[in-house]
């Protein structure tokens, strides 16, 4: 059973950082793609980064040049570093994570919640 837990999430000026966790726990492959989404209100849920084996990084455009993903594989721990804030930024964010064991499996996290505001 694996189990994803975001955090790091809150309330931030324009401009400023925010360094989003997600703790996966249970049956954890190195193979495998981990990402983050994010759903604003209103808005259909949408790509923010994938990070495929641990090291190919793809970023949605809205975040290419200020997201960094990254994973901490001792702990299995998937970070978002998110750098100069917009407005539009401000959405839920929730990991996923997919895995090929003996099928594919595809697991969610329930998010977390980013506000950047003046």
């Known amino acids: 059973q694996v189990q994803l837990v975001e955090s790091g999430g809150g309330l931030v000026q324009p401009g400023g950082s925010l360094r989003l966790s997600c703790a996966a726990t249970g049956t954890i492959l190195r193979v495998n793609i981990m990402g983050w989404y994010r759903q604003a209100p209103d808005k259909q849920r949408e790509l923010a980064a994938t990070?495929?084996?641990?090291?190919?990084?793809n970023y949605a455009s809205p975040g290419k040049g200020r997201f960094t993903i990254s994973r901490d594989n001792a702990d299995n721990t998937l970070y978002l570093q998110m750098n100069s804030l917009k407005h539009e930024d401000t959405a839920d964010y929730c990991c996923r994570l997919v895995q090929y064991m003996n099928k594919r499996s595809e697991d969610w996290g329930q998010g977390t919640q980013v506000t950047v505001c003046s």
């Open positions: 990070l495929t084996i641990g090291r190919f990084t």
